[in-house]
């Protein structure tokens, strides 16, 4: 495993490269440690927007967008439409890139989508409590699970009803982290 | 190491997963593989934009944007400046989101990013055969290492004028392969 707790591991900076990689003493495979990309959407259905509730720690039990780690060899826009139907069967059509937010802390990338769902249909998938349309006004503030979920929506509402927008970032000064 | 190539790797299922993963059959560890993400910048100062001939494959002696894989522990935009600066010895300020591409076929994911030179003094990087500042006409189209970075560049031109604009996603059918 190319973990610093595998003792044929040690930090090295590879040749041409300018920081210290784990690199294998036994065979020189460096093992290049990558942020991860989330891809997700926010979802809607007329006025309404979807979310669902956490079956599965971080925040059990709090309510997130359809979001979830980008897999091999799919493109960004197919993996959020894939998590909308993993976590809440939900068949989406993908319309714009919402927002690329970065959580340092996390080493993690989220871009995410905005979306409509062409099938009223939805229940909770395997990851979720349970899934639910909400008005604007009777979302769920205090239970969301993490800021970029708040991000999303706050942002989302600002231009929902732009058909043309630029993409957000990060809110300024905003890293991802809860506040207290 | 965590290859299908070591023998105590095996292709399972995780529990609560739903696909293969790399699982270790001594210790558990899943070795999940993820798209890799590239940050980079369209810079311009003035009317003239920014391309680093490669000094490195793949597409040695091609010209590409300022980019690079995005590091543990920095924002996308960060990277991307500190790609410019690692490659054309560049100091930029990130203006927006140009784009975010995907490359299934290299599970890659490209955040490009519209920015201005701050500081005319530019040279090449280690990974840079040279550095230069092209007007558009003379770009050289012929000579481009990557797919993606001709979408960045007559994206990036069908924007230029415009302080708001929305992100584009890769061309339509285009995959980032390269065309024969
Ligand atoms: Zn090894
Ligand atoms: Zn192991």
Known sequence: MPTSKDPSFAAIIPEGDNRLRQVCTDCGFVAYEN???????VVTLGEKILLCRRAINPRKGFWTLPAGFMELHESAETGAAREALEEANAKIEIEAL????????LSQVQLIY????I????????????????????IPWDELAFPSVNWALTQFASVR??????????PPGETGDHHP
């Open 114 to 117: 905005r979306a409509r769902l």
């Open 98 to 105: 919402l927002a690329a937010y970065t959580i340092p802390r």
């Open 161 to 170: 009803h732009l058909s043309v927008f630029p993409a957000f970032g990060n």
């Open 119 to 138: 099938d009223p249909a939805i229940s909770a998938g395997v990851e979720s409590l349970e899934v639910g349309l909400f008005d604007y006004a009777d």
């Open 35 to 41: 942020p991860k990309v989330v891809v997700g959407a």
